[in-house]
């Protein structure tokens, strides 16, 4: 496993993290996510991620019940604060309020004294951007959390709160988590470079595609039983389970430059897109300890330049 710092942060984090949405706390069992996570921290993932939504909490305690048989300084462990967690007024969102009160409820569900990485799960427009980032400058000096950061945030909306940190002497964000792979490239335009710039480290979630890009769904094929596409409850972001047969089609011509690469398609995917010194850490999904154990292999693997220009030209239009 090779590491990257967290942007400009002195903290540093496994290429691979393993995160716990649809997985850990709901859909999956316990014994399988401690499966997943001790595999991965057996081979060199420091790096975890979880969030307050997921499960209702149900996650960030499985996560945390694993984590506590390893030492803490050997982990960084990274959630998430903004969606409803009750039906109060003030049970979500990005207030003063509401943050402070979630990290104290994550800080009991994980079994921890601090949060490495507290970040707001998306921007809250009917809250001061000044109240939310003091709110995280107060938990950094209370030594609650140790760095904060975002997700799905805009590029002017990030602009403004990097100017807002400077000018008010705040903590400054240390990351922020887009969606980012092969098939879904937008950040490169705007994002990236304002997060190169400022020091913003890159931790992209859904690196294969909720699987696609695993080479999974076939073309004209039935959905694979038990998939990600053909559960109601999972497939929101994949146009519920209607799947684009011509993207599947691309898809499929992967798999020869997997090979010659030496790669599994899921290792082609997530060394793709560490291919961009601009990511800290790409997160991965896991439901089987071989799935970890597949997906690791990425880290630190350098992809031809002949393959980076054949993944170009199928899927850059």
Same mark, same amino acid.
């Given at each position: 496993? !090779?590491?990257?710092?967290?942007?400009?942060?002195?903290?540093?984090?496994?290429? %691979?993290?393993?995160?716990?949405?649809?997985?850990?706390?709901?859909?999956?069992?316990?014994?399988?996510?401690?499966?997943?996570?001790?595999?991965?921290?057996?081979?060199?993932?420091?790096?975890?991620?979880?969030?307050? %939504?997921?499960?209702?909490?149900?996650?960030?305690?499985?996560?945390?019940?694993?984590?506590? #048989?390893?030492?803490?300084?050997?982990?960084?462990?990274?959630?998430? %604060?903004?969606?409803?967690?009750?039906?109060?007024?003030?049970?979500?969102?990005?207030?003063?309020?509401?943050?402070? !009160? #979630?990290?104290?409820?994550?800080?009991?569900?994980?079994?921890? /004294?601090?949060?490495?990485?507290? @970040?707001?799960?998306?921007?809250?427009?009917? &809250? +001061?951007?000044? !109240?939310?980032?003091?709110?995280?400058?107060?938990? &950094?000096?209370?030594?609650?959390?140790?760095?904060?950061?975002?997700?799905?945030?805009?590029?002017?909306?990030? *602009?403004?709160? *990097?100017?807002?940190?400077?000018?008010?002497?705040?903590?400054?964000?240390?990351?922020? @988590? +887009?969606?980012?792979?092969?098939?879904?490239?937008?950040?490169?335009?705007?994002?990236?470079?304002?997060?190169?710039? /400022?020091?913003?480290?890159?931790?992209?979630?859904? +690196?294969?595609?909720?699987?696609?890009?695993?080479?999974?769904?076939?073309?004209?094929?039935?959905?694979?039983?038990?998939?990600?596409?053909?559960?109601?409850?999972?497939?929101?972001?994949?146009?519920?389970?209607?799947?684009? @047969?011509?993207?599947?089609?691309?898809?499929?011509?992967?798999?020869?430059?997997?090979?010659?690469?030496?790669?599994?398609?899921?290792?082609?995917?997530?060394?793709?897109?560490?291919?961009?010194?601009?990511?800290?850490?790409?997160?991965?999904?896991?439901?089987?300890?071989? #799935? &970890?154990?597949?997906?690791?292999? *990425?880290?630190?693997?350098?992809?031809? +330049?002949?393959?980076?220009?054949?993944? /170009?030209?199928?899927? %850059?239009?």
């Amino acid at each position: 496993m !090779e590491y990257r710092h967290l942007g400009k942060q002195g903290i540093r984090v496994s290429e %691979v993290c393993l995160g716990s949405w649809l997985t850990y706390g709901a859909a999956k069992d316990a014994a399988i996510a401690r499966e997943c996570i001790e595999k991965a921290h057996d081979l060199g993932v420091n790096f975890f991620d979880t969030a307050n %939504v997921y499960a209702r909490g149900a996650a960030e305690k499985v996560v945390g019940s694993v984590l506590g #048989q390893y030492p803490r300084e050997s982990y960084v462990l990274a959630t998430k %604060v903004y969606f409803p967690m009750g039906e109060g007024a003030n049970d979500r969102g990005l207030s003063r309020k509401h943050i402070i !009160e #979630q990290c104290n409820a994550s800080l009991k569900r994980l079994n921890v /004294e601090y949060i490495d990485l507290y @970040q707001a799960h998306r921007y809250d427009p009917s &809250v +001061p951007l000044s !109240e939310t980032l003091m709110a995280f400058d107060h938990l &950094v000096q209370q030594g609650k959390i140790l760095y904060y950061g975002v997700s799905e945030w805009s590029a002017g909306q990030l *602009a403004h709160a *990097a100017d807002l940190t400077r000018l008010a002497g705040l903590a400054a964000i240390a990351s922020n @988590q +887009p969606q980012y792979n092969m098939l879904k490239r937008d950040i490169e335009s705007e994002i990236m470079p304002l997060c190169h710039r /400022e020091g913003i480290g890159i931790i992209n979630f859904s +690196p294969l595609a909720q699987g696609i890009l695993t080479g999974k769904y076939k073309p004209g094929e039935a959905l694979p039983e038990g998939s990600r596409a053909s559960d109601p409850n999972q497939n929101t972001f994949m146009n519920k389970g209607q799947l684009d @047969q011509d993207l599947l089609v691309r898809v499929q011509k992967l798999v020869p430059l997997a090979e010659q690469e030496g790669l599994t398609m899921s290792q082609l995917a997530l060394a793709w897109c560490l291919r961009n010194e601009a990511l800290s850490s790409v997160i991965i999904g896991a439901t089987k300890a071989s #799935q &970890v154990e597949d997906n690791v292999k *990425a880290s630190g693997r350098k992809l031809s +330049p002949e393959t980076l220009s054949a993944i /170009e030209s199928l899927f %850059v239009q």
